[in-house]
């Protein structure tokens, strides 16, 4: 099997910007399974980086591993130039089943993440509010989870993240438990909340559509040991219309090249 080509169009190359993550020969061996292997990457400031993979290269681990929930087996993952070695203020990370406290409010599930880290109590929730407004839920925030759609429990999980202000934020499949049309709406919010933020996206999807439409650059694992297969970096336009992405030829050939790079791995 070869590995996917790197030769699609990318953007111009931007002014040189010291990387917020580094990944220095990381792999992570479970047991007898190694799930990752000697993976090197960088991470700029102010970019959504998507990883995709057939199932089981180690997405997920990989995104642990930055976000310092387990250690690698080798190597080892740099935060502004100071070593991992578990979870940081500087990090926040979106799962993809929600985590929340179900018997906490919304507020208090947006403030929780501030509360942890000391913050008053008149400032994290006016900071929780200003965020729960941001992702669309103004007036829910006296509901309970079990009174919300998954989508709805899906944006108090990213109103959450974005709450404690963490320069990179770690997206764990975060759209893949709603229907295709909330998918879509989450999608086209995200990119607002990329060009608004400045901060460092690292997102996890099975889907190639979704990278593609999403991504400053696509890191492309084979499968396990997950290694770093190719490296895509579409070049898109984002302004105007979302439909006009997804009927854009290089949005369309840019899917078509992944999809012909990585569907050796799975017959």
């Not at 190359?13 to 010291?18: D, H, I, L, N, Q």
């Not at 501030?114 to 400032?123: H, I, N, T, Y």
């Not at 006009?244 to 992944?258: A, F, M, Q, S």
Request: hydrophobic letters at 40%; aromatic letters at 6%.
């Amino acid at each position: 099997m070869s590995a996917p080509s790197t030769a699609t169009a990318t953007r111009p190359t931007a002014p040189s910007t010291r990387p917020i993550v580094e990944v220095r020969g990381v792999s992570k061996v479970y047991g007898k399974v190694r799930a990752l292997h000697a993976i090197d990457l960088e991470f700029e400031p102010g970019r959504l980086t998507s990883l995709l993979g057939p199932s089981g290269c180690g997405k997920t681990t990989l995104l642990k591993i930055i976000a310092g929930l387990i250690p690698p087996s080798e190597g080892e993952v740099r935060i502004q130039g100071r070593p991992v070695t578990g979870p940081g203020p500087e990090r926040a990370f979106v799962f993809q089943d929600f985590a929340l406290l179900p018997w906490a409010t919304v507020l208090k599930n947006v403030a929780f993440g501030l509360e942890l880290r000391g913050v008053p109590r008149a400032e994290r929730e006016e900071r929780a509010r200003h965020w729960i407004a941001e992702v669309g839920l103004a007036g829910f925030e006296q509901s309970y989870p079990h009174q919300l759609s998954g989508g709805m429990r899906q944006r108090v999980g990213l109103a959450r993240a974005l709450a404690v202000d963490a320069q990179v934020l770690l997206m764990d499949e975060p759209f893949s438990a709603v229907d295709e049309q909330t998918r879509r709406k989450f999608q086209e919010d995200l990119l607002g909340l990329v060009a608004r933020e400045k901060k460092t996206f690292l997102f996890v999807t099975h889907s190639i559509e979704e990278a593609v439409y999403l991504s400053d650059r696509i890191v492309l694992l084979s499968p396990r040991p997950g290694r770093v297969a190719g490296i895509v970096e579409p070049k898109i336009r984002r302004d105007g219309d979302p439909e006009r992405i997804r009927r854009d030829p290089v949005y369309l050939d840019t899917v078509e090249t992944i999809w012909r790079g990585l569907k050796g791995y799975v017959e």
